[in-house]
């Protein structure tokens, strides 16, 4: 069983679309990370969210925090090919565990 | 300068042989980590190190042996290698446990045939 569940594994869409990424669990967390892994590079960091309710944006990304800390959704507004990538939830429940992360392709 | 750097990038090797990635991070951090990455993309912790004492060793075959010569530094060791660990090896450092900030490495691209 997966501490966090990522949904959906894989998503296909065209430039212009919004999306959104969600990250579920039963357990309660102090905070979760956003990472996004480019092809052939390392996951970096793009956000942490640590209050119940909190919502944070980075350009056309907006994260959520749910407001019972078991959850977080990513969402992408308006989606460029350079959007492509592995995107990851990660919690330091003890250690710092992934969800399965999410394959997101955007074609021109 | 980059952060969190690990060589080699791509090692193709024979079944059985015995095999060293190592990792070096520039930051001053305290915690460093080796994470295995599967086809599937699913990103594991295997190891984690503060100040050159284990901290996690998670549920990893003894054939891999982490090395910490200095809170810099974490290399990995693995013997008599299996078609099941190739994989991506991503060597990470953070300021501490807990939940700061994980800078990852490229990764290492390792291929047992």
């Known amino acids: 069983t997966q501490l966090l569940e990522q949904s959906p594994q894989f998503l296909s869409i065209q430039e212009g679309e919004n999306l959104t990424v969600y990250c579920n669990s039963s357990s309660v967390f102090s905070s979760l990370q956003w990472y996004r892994q480019e092809p052939g590079e390392g996951p970096v960091l793009l956000v942490t969210v640590v209050t119940g309710g909190e919502v944070k944006k980075l350009k056309r990304l907006t994260f959520q925090f749910g407001d019972a800390r078991k959850d977080s959704s990513l969402h992408i507004t308006a989606a460029q090919p350079g959007d492509t990538g592995l995107y990851l939830c990660?919690?330091?429940?003890?250690?710092?565990?992934f969800g399965q992360g999410t394959i997101l392709t955007v074609h021109p | 300068d980059t952060a969190v750097s690990q060589t080699p990038k791509y090692l193709v090797t024979q079944m059985g042989n015995d095999k060293s990635i190592k990792c070096e991070q520039n930051?001053?951090?305290?915690?460093m980590y080796w994470y295995k990455q599967d086809s599937k993309k699913f990103l594991k912790i295997m190891f984690s190190y503060n100040n050159k004492e284990l901290i996690i060793n998670e549920t990893v075959p003894n054939r891999f042996s982490p090395k910490s010569p200095d809170k810099a530094h974490l290399n990995l060791h693995i013997n008599s290698l299996e078609l099941g660990d190739s994989a991506v090896y991503f060597c990470?450092?953070?300021?501490?446990?807990?939940?700061?900030?994980?800078?990852f490495g490229e990764g290492s691209w390792l291929t047992v045939v």
């Open positions: 990660g919690t330091s429940y003890g250690k710092l565990t």
């Open positions: 990470a450092s953070s300021p501490g446990q807990g939940w700061h900030t994980i800078y």
């Open positions: 930051l001053g951090h305290d915690t």
